[in-house]
């Protein structure tokens, strides 16, 4: 793994599209360069010749070994649009080794936007937060993409999550099947991330749920402090004791594994992400993912 995706080094980076592009070339490295094709850079297979077929993308040196006119069929024809939907609630403040959920979540966005652009795939945004809706429909200029860093870098997380009477604009794009990306702390009230989460999948489209913790967190580690508030309702609670902390772990545990277990029977794909975790996994994710779409 590079160390291009520490988070730690990634966020010291200010200039989001520097840093995107930062741990995608650290990601890539470690890869074969043959198993990511640009759009217009690689081909995938041949097709034979159709009238109204652009000439450009004639293999001449088929024709020459065959006689017979073959297109080639760059990734442009089979990218597909993606939607970045993101919980900016206020629990996203959550801040653990200097690292704010809300920064991850960000440069995490970034970097699969810019991935997903040098696969020449269409990216949208989606930002839940003050209760509100903020859409921008998927596209794929590089014009669309600087508009894109810059609505991340605007998010101010706040408020509670997003009641489902302003979720009608995440339905109100292009009807055919694509790729959504989810990245929450998972943090609800009353199964309302759940809910929202089946209604996404529910119209085919694949969905894969990127959830953040903290390693504290999820180690119940709240030493130094004898009182924890809930960011969105102000709600305080007590706490002391090992013992506390060893019963809050099973807790947590088995709160993972339930969750884990209910979106997969939705068809829903899961990712835990700690704050402290490279962003190696999230991007192999994101391209297995895609690759479901275009098969």
Request: avoid cysteine; glycine fraction near 8%.
């Amino acid at each position: 793994m590079s160390n291009l995706l520490d988070p730690k080094i990634l966020l010291s980076i200010k200039d989001l599209p520097l840093a995107a592009k930062t741990a995608v070339d650290g990601f890539m490295a470690g890869m074969h360069a043959s198993r990511v094709k640009g759009a217009g850079l690689e081909f995938s297979q041949y097709r034979s010749y159709q009238p109204g077929d652009d000439l450009r993308w004639l293999d001449w040196k088929m024709y020459a070994r065959s006689d017979r006119y073959y297109i080639r069929e760059s990734e442009m024809e089979t990218s597909i649009n993606i939607s970045f939907v993101i919980d900016a609630s206020n629990s996203m403040r959550h801040t653990e080794d200097g690292i704010e959920k809300m920064q991850y979540a960000r440069y995490l966005a970034a970097s699969l936007g810019y991935l997903a652009h040098l696969q020449g795939d269409a990216a949208g945004l989606a930002v839940l937060h003050h209760g509100e809706l903020f859409t921008m429909a998927a596209r794929r200029e590089a014009q669309h993409m600087a508009r894109f860093y810059y609505q991340l870098e605007q998010i101010q997380p706040g408020g509670s999550f997003t009641p489902p009477a302003n979720y009608r604009n995440l339905f109100s794009g292009p009807h055919k099947k694509q790729l959504l990306i989810f990245i929450t702390d998972y943090y609800e009230q009353a199964g309302e991330i759940s809910a929202l989460l089946q209604t996404l999948a529910a119209p085919g489209h694949e969905v894969l749920v990127f959830h953040l913790t903290g390693k504290r967190e999820q180690a119940g580690d709240f030493s130094g402090y004898d009182t924890v508030e809930d960011l969105e309702t102000g709600e305080r609670l007590e706490i002391s004791g090992a013992m506390e902390q060893e019963l809050y772990q099973q807790k947590f545990n088995r709160h993972i594994g339930a969750l884990r277990t209910q979106l997969l029977q939705k068809q829903i794909s899961y990712r835990q992400l700690q704050l402290q975790d490279p962003l190696d996994a999230a991007l192999r994710d994101f391209l297995n993912q895609r690759n479901k779409i275009r098969r």
